[in-house]
């Protein structure tokens, strides 16, 4: 696979997974409404796609002079479509689950897809997989603590 594709793939599932996680944790934390999750997931499908999609064509056009226009687009392209998938991914238990069922399938499907892009990482770049297995997992954790606080305390604020 060209490293144009890769780095889109990458950069897009890895941004896919970490917001949306990040969003639906935060909206079931301050509204518990699963129409809010789903219109929330639906949005930042579709704008953050475009957006992270625009930033790495802005990105790859800002290195080296030697980038070729065909690779530019190509990580913009794999970019935008990774996001895409991986974001609307999570509709699904959404669309089938209760919604506590929901946000507990979403962070273990977010768990798995980091954990076995990581494992692909590390060993693609012999670097220990426990190590970067952890680093990733570590940073996701984090991301649903603090997701769920910033919720948490936008419903008390505002007294939902």
Do not use: C, Q
Not at 5 to 25: H, Y
Not at 44 to 62: P, Q, Y
Not at 123 to 129: D, F, G, Y
Request: aromatic share 8%; no cysteine; net charge positive.
């Amino acid at each position: 696979m060209k490293i144009s594709i890769r780095k889109g793939i990458g950069f897009g599932l890895t941004s896919g997974i970490i917001t949306t996680l990040g969003l639906i944790i935060g909206l079931n934390s301050g509204t518990g409404s699963r129409l809010v999750i789903i219109g929330g997931i639906l949005t930042i499908a579709i704008a953050d796609a475009f957006s992270d999609s625009l930033g790495v064509h802005m990105s790859e056009e800002s290195g080296s002079k030697k980038t070729k226009e065909k690779s530019v687009w190509e990580s913009t392209i794999s970019t935008f479509f990774s996001k895409l998938i991986f974001a609307l991914s999570f509709l699904i238990p959404f669309l089938l689950l209760s919604l506590n069922f929901a946000v507990i399938v979403s962070i273990i499907w977010a768990l798995l897809i980091i954990t076995l892009f990581s494992y692909y990482l590390a060993k693609k770049n012999n670097h220990s997989p426990i190590k970067t297995i952890s680093e990733h997992l570590i940073i996701t954790i984090v991301v649903i603590i603090l997701t769920h606080l910033i919720g948490s305390f936008i419903s008390k604020m505002l007294g939902s």
